[in-house]
């Protein structure tokens, strides 16, 4: 029967130029989607997932030659012919597509309700007032707390987890036909990626949305899919219904993929006596605007509330909790890159709470940071060579130019890139290999203690558990320190020695790993531990 078909793909090939020739990203990929199923595309970082979904939805970048054997049928018309003005009509309409970055794809200078009434208003006659409600209400659908102040608050003013919620509702706001995930919940901690899911399983059932689930997790897979297209350097390696690819994978690639998970424990600690980091009664207070502009009214939210901790040399402390709970707050005022309102901080032995942005400077090399979402934090006008060198070069590390390169390279072999890419730039690479450049970037300076902000949410599996033993050898060789910053649970567990659970700002558990995993004492401990392992199991 072929009523039900929404999307008819096929021969999906894409090329892009780059220097000294052309690169296959994606050949003869094909497939059918019909009115109310999931098909999921999986494979590692860089093996033509998004590049896929980018020509279904014509958003490939102008170094892209799509082949002209590319053939992608919506209602009976080649979507792959259509003009730009076609193919806007039903851009956020009858498709829609949730990017993986969610800061890079929302406008800085616009607020959050501004942005999605936008979406409303386009395709659909609505007034300001409608298309506001209509907002309010996506906002409540996709569980972001307090709604009505975020209508009015602008993007980063909101956790990674919020901004993925704000940008799923963007693309459910006109129900469209078709829904695109590109790592829909990369972001958002496991209670809340359960919420969005079920989320869209609903509307799938309600209005019969047909939706394509790019994603590396494969227990969100095995939940929501119900066919699986198993991807590997541009090509479908295997296909089949989902619970025939899980149980029976055929192709030595399915086997691996399926095989990979973060495993283990972290090494034993070899915990020196010296504290490298110590944070005493930090609060971090924001103000917040609600209303217009001149009947608004103000309110603080303590985003981080009176806390404590004490890092020492060759440890991992993790910091879990769920979006929005002040984990990146914390972290980042521990490291002087926001305003504390409150506390004191010591590094090494000294007190930096007080210090200005250039008695800071000494520190910044022996501290470093990778944050939560790298096409965000990585230049986009500069080469790979460029991004990791200007730490160098800033802090006068290196013995001239040759010796810069040939720790450049170290840096990008040491993040599991190869090291042939200087000339290249971020909007090239996969969203895990852009994630690598970052942990590239931070560990060229070769520092003592790094701030690890969900460093591998953007990662497949397979990368993740190479991530994860990079990051033990370092600590290992170096005697480095790390706060791990994570709502994955299972990667806490292989990685970090102790960890913090925090709610609303506040502490509400912490000690041993296994201890705190195994053992919780609260509530709220138990619940995302439960939506961590068994609910994926």
Request: hydrophobic share 40%.
């Amino acid at each position: 029967m072929t009523d039900d078909i929404v999307i008819d793909a096929r021969n999906i090939g894409v090329s892009f130029k780059v220097d000294g020739g052309t690169i296959e990203a994606v050949r003869d990929v094909s497939f059918t989607l019909r009115r109310g199923q999931t098909i999921a595309l999986v494979g590692e970082s860089g093996s033509g997932k998004s590049v896929t979904a980018r020509a279904i939805m014509r958003l490939l970048s102008k170094r892209a030659i799509v082949s002209p054997q590319t053939e992608i049928l919506y209602a009976g018309r080649d979507m792959a012919r259509l003009s730009p003005a076609e193919m806007r009509a039903l851009r956020g309409n009858r498709l829609s597509m949730i990017f993986q970055e969610p800061m890079s794809s929302l406008n800085p200078v616009y607020t959050i309700g501004t942005q999605i009434a936008e979406v409303l208003r386009i395709h659909n006659r609505m007034s300001k007032a409608e298309a506001k409600d209509r907002a309010l209400a996506l906002l409540k659908d996709v569980q972001i707390p307090d709604p009505e102040a975020r209508l009015n608050q602008y993007p980063h003013q909101l956790s990674g987890g919020q901004r993925q919620r704000v940008m799923i509702a963007m693309a459910l706001a006109n129900n469209p036909d078709v829904l695109i995930a590109d790592e829909p919940t990369t972001a958002l901690d496991v209670t809340v990626q359960a919420e969005i899911l079920n989320l869209i399983k609903n509307l799938k059932d309600r209005t019969g949305l047909a939706v394509i689930l790019i994603t590396h997790d494969l227990t969100v897979v095995r939940q929501f899919a119900d066919h699986v297209h198993v991807m590997q350097h541009g090509v479908v390696r295997e296909a089949g219904p989902t619970e025939t690819i899980f149980t029976s994978p055929r192709h030595p690639y399915t086997r691996r993929l399926l095989g990979s998970e973060p495993r283990g424990r972290a090494d034993p600690a070899q915990v020196g006596e010296e504290t490298v980091l110590e944070g005493r009664n930090i609060r971090v207070t924001y103000n917040l605007r609600k209303g217009g502009a001149f009947r608004g009214t103000w309110s603080k939210l303590q985003a981080v509330d009176g806390l404590s901790l004490a890092l020492k040399r060759g440890e991992t402390l993790g910091l879990v909790g769920e979006s929005g709970s002040g984990k990146t707050t914390f972290g980042q005022a521990l490291l002087r890159l926001n305003n504390l309102t409150e506390g004191e901080v010591d590094f090494l032995g000294h007190r930096i709470d007080g210090l200005d942005r250039r008695g800071m400077k000494p520190y910044r090399q022996r501290m470093q940071i990778v944050f939560q979402d790298p096409f965000a934090s990585l230049n986009p006008r500069m080469s790979v060579r460029q991004i990791i060198e200007e730490g160098l070069i800033v802090n006068g590390i290196g013995q001239g130019r040759a010796d810069r390169e040939a720790r450049v390279r170290q840096a990008l072999r040491d993040a599991g890139l190869p090291d042939t890419i200087l000339s290249r730039f971020p909007h090239e690479f996969s969203g895990g290999q852009r994630q690598r450049l970052a942990i590239a970037r931070a560990i060229a300076l070769e520092p003592e203690f790094i701030l690890l902000d969900e460093p591998t949410s953007a990662l497949d599996l397979s990368v993740q558990a190479q991530i994860i033993e990079l990051l033990r050898k370092l600590q290992r060789d170096k005697g480095l320190s790390y706060l791990f910053i994570s709502h994955d649970l299972k990667v806490v567990r292989a990685l970090c020695h102790r960890v913090i659970v925090m709610q609303h700002g506040r502490i509400v558990e912490q000690g041993p790993v296994d201890a705190v995993l195994e053992n919780p004492t609260t509530d709220y401990t138990r619940r995302l531990v439960k939506a961590a392992f068994e609910i994926a199991a």
